[in-house]
């Protein structure tokens, strides 16, 4: 038995389901990490006296670890397990949130954030490919996009939750929270996530065997492993190359070039919003509590908007889906603040810009593990996540320094708008050669459910 084939052919269980619920959480504790920051601004800016730039920079602190991580552990997952990886990302990542609560100054706040970022992007890049590799071929569009929904799920919930606790217990508590809520999720890891089967295959450490026939068993199918078999996953992986240098071979570059772009774009554009909404939501006059409401509704809409994406993707291409979400993001983004005025209006458009931005980040979370094969999927997704977090750095730094030298909050949107519609026009370079999970070239766009 090919165990890779029988979970691409198979119904999903209810311990697949329950694997595809923990990576969402662990991808939940992203989205509660980048408001906790977003969150905490005044009261961080008040107490540390920063400047709107000096603001910047230390929102873009645990994004520079994230791009970091990402690249770095991308390769390394590859070679060590991307279980593995999950558990040292992940107490990287509570050693950075709790020592974050301890900051006397901007600069050790700006330290410890890159701390906790090199941990989500070590979380990031295997959490995404798990997801996919336990999910069904039929399904597994649908798998990546609740994965992608996590983001917004955690920043919703815990949002409301930061609300309170600023008011009560002040900025630190929400770091506090947020390590706690890392302790939880390595023990979740620990005794439910198994390790990727695809590196089983191709790696063969010495248990490999054994492990993979637990995770069979634990997935109810019956039969010996083949622990030599060439399935659908794996078909094709031999003359694609492995580590960096093959995401630029003749089959990989053009692919590669479309994810990275597109990742940069959109992402520069999605923590842009969702770090700077409380901010500038003050700026037009709205009060600090419903600055975050308005960010909450963001969030929430997030959330809703990686399922949607999820479902369009079972009658249109991925590509397709994105594209059509990116120029919708452009357009609501340039009208969302104009919208500030009427409080119930802001949150609604919040809810709706929140969709789009996040359905985007989900495209490329589905996009990206089908366009490599099975031993780039870690390192292919990240240096997609990599590059993309460059942009998510640039785009706090950028906003500061444009508010610092006079820029209104209309203008700012609007100019992220039009920087939201370029990632449209990029993704047209992947047109005709979107490539299953095995890498061999598709003559035209499939739905995801038919990709791997």
């Known amino acids: 038995m090919d165990l890779r084939t029988r979970i691409d052919n198979s119904p ?36 540390f006296g920063l400047s709107g730039t000096a603001l910047g920079l230390v929102m873009s602190a645990a994004l520079f670890g994230m791009a970091v991580g990402a690249l770095v552990l991308g390769p390394v997952a590859d070679r060590i397990g991307r279980r593995n990886m999950i558990m040292i990302a992940i107490i990287v990542n509570a050693i950075g949130l709790f020592m ?61 939750v930061m609300v309170a606790l600023i008011a009560n217990s002040g900025w630190r508590s929400v770091f506090v929270l947020g390590g706690a809520l890392a302790v939880f999720s390595l023990l979740l890891v620990v005794f439910l996530v198994p390790e990727s089967p695809s590196f089983l295959y191709n790696r063969k450490p010495h248990d490999s065997q054994t492990r993979l026939e637990a995770i069979a068993g634990r997935l109810g199918f019956d039969g010996p492993v083949d622990i030599d078999a060439r399935g659908p996953a794996s078909a094709g992986d031999s003359d694609v190359g492995t580590g960096i240098t093959a995401l630029f071979n003749r089959r990989n570059r053009r692919v590669t070039f479309v994810v990275w772009t597109t990742f940069f774009i959109i992402m520069f554009g999605f923590y842009f919003v969702n770090s700077w909404t409380p901010r500038l939501m003050h700026e037009t006059g709205l009060t600090d509590t419903l600055s975050m409401i308005v960010t909450v509704g963001l969030t929430l809409g997030g959330a809703i908007g990686s399922v ?31 919208m500030a005025q009427w409080v119930a209006v802001v949150v609604v458009f919040g809810v709706l810009v929140g969709m789009s931005i996040n359905g985007c980040i989900a495209g490329l979370y589905v996009l990206t593990p089908q366009s490599y094969s099975s031993t780039l999927r870690s390192t292919g997704a990240g240096w997609g996540i990599g590059i993309g977090r460059f942009g998510a750095i640039i785009a706090p730094t950028a906003t500061g320094a444009m508010l610092d030298g006079g820029w209104s909050p209309q203008a700012i949107y609007i100019f992220v708008g039009a920087v939201l519609l370029l990632a449209s026009v990029v993704l047209l370079g992947m047109r005709g050669i979107d490539v299953e999970a095995n890498s061999r070239p598709r003559v035209r766009d499939q739905p995801p459910a038919a990709v791997g």
């Open 12 to 47: 999903m269980s209810f311990y697949q389901w329950l694997i595809v619920v923990i990576c969402t959480f662990l991808n939940a504790l992203d989205g509660y990490d980048v408001l906790a920051i977003s969150f905490s601004s005044n009261q961080v800016t008040e107490e």
């Open 100 to 160: 974050s609560a301890t900051a006397t100054s901007a600069n050790q706040l700006g330290l410890w954030r890159i701390v906790t970022g090199l941990g989500i992007g070590g979380i990031l890049v295997a959490t995404n490919v798990i997801s996919a590799e336990y999910s069904s071929r039929k399904r597994r569009g649908l798998v990546i996009s609740i994965y992608a929904a996590g983001y917004g799920i955690g920043a919703a919930v815990g949002g409301s």
């Open 308 to 338: 949607v994406f999820g479902l369009f993707t079972s009658r249109w291409s991925t590509r397709s889906v994105l594209m059509t979400f990116s120029v919708v993001a452009a357009v609501l983004m340039a009208i969302f603040i104009f």
